[in-house]
């Protein structure tokens, strides 16, 4: 299983960037995917979710109104729209995956199987 995220770099505050997250090696249709995020100096935290038709998704309060997760299941890929972005958004972003049966908070960390080796995104003022 491979995840693949890409899109990152250095944007000003208000700006806007898209990450992509491609996956390989699985049936992506079955998988819940997420994206996370972590600042230096800080733990992971949870920034978005969408089930495994695109039909439901969950947001951080941080980002809610700005940032939209979609995913093209025939791509195998999930995104991630950010608009208006903060400093406080600077952080790596990784993609993650959970099998559709999982149970938990779609905002666990822990109930995720596979990971993306992140990508960075980084907002100045």
């Known amino acids: 299983v491979q995840l693949q995220a890409s899109g990152g770099g250095l944007v000003q505050a208000g700006g806007s960037l898209r990450l992509s997250c491609a996956a390989s090696g699985l049936p992506f249709n079955n998988y819940v995917m997420g994206w996370f995020r972590q600042a230096p100096g800080k733990e992971r935290e949870f920034v978005a979710a969408?089930?495994?038709?695109?039909?439901?998704?969950y947001y951080a309060e941080s980002v809610k109104g700005r940032f939209t997760i979609s995913r093209d299941n025939a791509k195998s890929t999930v995104y991630l729209q950010m608009n208006s972005l903060k400093p406080d958004d600077t952080a790596v972003y990784y993609c993650?995956?959970?099998?559709?049966?999982?149970?938990?908070?779609?905002?666990?960390?822990?109930?995720?199987?596979?990971w993306g080796q992140g990508t960075q995104v980084t907002v100045s003022s």
């Open positions: 993650a995956a959970r099998p559709r049966t999982n149970y938990g908070f779609y905002y666990n960390a822990r109930t995720y199987d596979y």
């Open positions: 969408i089930n495994w038709s695109g039909g439901i998704t």
